[in-house]
């Protein structure tokens, strides 16, 4: 029996996390210097896997509906920062620009993994 690949729905999730993450990475940094502001970083994305399941097909309207994955109902939680300034800011631009390029990271990966999964998937289909 052949079973549906969730690829495509896994690295949506991923994408969602990172645009999140990244909202939260430019926020810190646009904060930078604000007195008291608190750097806040969002739970990493393993943790939001755990948290969510496949989804049911619903084959009838009276079925009950799971939500979806949303990233904006991530809470962001203090992250562990390097340092605080004498005005009790606790953001780091170093940590920040690395958090940043992780990002990048991460979406440049997932995309070339959707590349090579079409790549494959047209190659499957035209024999």
């Not at 690949?5 to 990475?25: G, I, M, N």
């Not at 079925?63 to 920062?81: C, L, M, V, W, Y």
């Not at 953001?91 to 995309?111: D, P, W």
Request: proline share 4%.
């Amino acid at each position: 029996m052949v079973e549906p690949v969730y690829l495509f729905d896994l690295v949506e999730k991923q994408r969602s996390w990172l645009s999140a993450r990244q909202s939260v990475v430019a926020q810190n940094i646009a904060n930078a210097n604000t007195p008291g502001y608190k750097a806040v970083d969002v739970a990493p994305f393993s943790k939001v896997l755990d948290h969510s399941a496949l989804e049911l097909a619903g084959t009838n309207g009276l079925h009950i509906q799971t939500a979806a994955f949303d990233p904006r109902a991530s809470s962001p939680k203090e992250g562990a920062n390097w340092e605080t300034s004498l005005s009790g800011n606790s953001v780091s631009l170093e940590q920040e620009m690395m958090k940043s390029g992780e990002i990048r990271g991460a979406f440049s990966l997932s995309t070339n993994i959707m590349k090579s999964f079409h790549g494959m998937w047209m190659a499957t289909l035209k024999g």
